[in-house]
């Protein structure tokens, strides 16, 4: 992982629980214990990286995606590719899923999952949340796309079914095949300016022409991008 590519008060703020769980004193401690048990990377990455979510963070911006955006990326393709790149345990792609299903067009749109901890990946492709974390959602909605679990609920297979999870980073992505929407939200926050804006070069890189990128409320693309905002963290590729 190329940690230089992050903002460094962020990191600080991190590495004392890193430090807790590895039960080493310094940063040169935990590095020579990597090093020799790489097997703890995995968890040591669970504490630097933020994974906080939610279903349909910032509701405004979803509102405008099920309005404006899916619509008429279903009006276009016969097939949507949508991408969540730092999805975390999942709560975006599966919103995304969602409104595909509100849509009926469920089977029309293609939903993967990217994030750089394999721990959220494996959580995300479980599909199991808690009670407290599906509480915001319409009582319509948990009935419709969850199935009790225990004390809390599991996506129902016939949604989760429809959504594919890869580790992968980032900093380092090169997509294979573009996409039609691309969700990088509160993600880019955490990366060092100087370093963003290759990142955002190759989110665009990574769009088919007229595709649509979604970001968090604080990640404003940088000028000079051929992107078009169309609403608050709302931006379309120019065709
Ligand atoms: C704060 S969460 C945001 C989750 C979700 N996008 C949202 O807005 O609700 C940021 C996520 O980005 C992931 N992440 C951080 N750096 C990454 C990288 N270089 N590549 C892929 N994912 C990364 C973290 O593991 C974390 O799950």
């Not at 979510?53 to 590719?81: G, M, Q, T």
Request: glycine content about 6%; aromatic content about 6%.
């Amino acid at each position: 992982m190329d940690i230089g590519a992050y903002r460094s008060p962020a990191l600080d703020r991190r590495l004392p629980a890193c430090l807790r769980l590895l039960r080493v004193p310094t940063a040169e401690c935990a590095r020579d214990l990597m090093e020799r048990r790489p097997e703890l990377i995995a968890a040591v990455l669970g504490t630097i990286l933020i994974g906080v979510s939610d279903f349909f963070r910032d509701p405004s911006v979803f509102a405008e995606i099920e309005r404006k955006v899916l619509p008429r990326l279903l009006a276009l393709r016969e097939r949507v590719r949508i991408c969540s790149i730092g999805c975390s345990s999942g709560q975006e792609l599966y919103s995304m899923a969602m409104l595909a299903a509100e849509a009926s067009a469920l089977d029309r749109v293609e939903l993967l999952g990217l994030d750089r901890r394999p721990e959220a990946i494996a959580c995300a492709a479980r599909g199991r949340f808690s009670k407290g974390e599906v509480a915001r959602l319409s009582p319509g909605r948990v009935e419709r796309f969850f199935e009790p679990d225990g004390a809390g609920w599991r996506v129902r297979p016939y949604l989760a079914s429809a959504l594919s999870w890869r580790s992968a980073d980032l900093i380092s992505l090169r997509a294979e095949e573009p996409w039609d929407l691309i969700l990088c939200r509160n993600l880019l926050i955490y990366i060092r300016p100087d370093r963003a804006s290759a990142v955002w070069e190759s989110l665009c890189a990574s769009l088919t022409p007229g595709g649509f990128l979604v970001t968090g409320k604080a990640e404003k693309a940088p000028a000079g991008l051929p992107l078009i905002r169309l609403a608050p963290s709302i931006y379309r590729l120019r065709p």
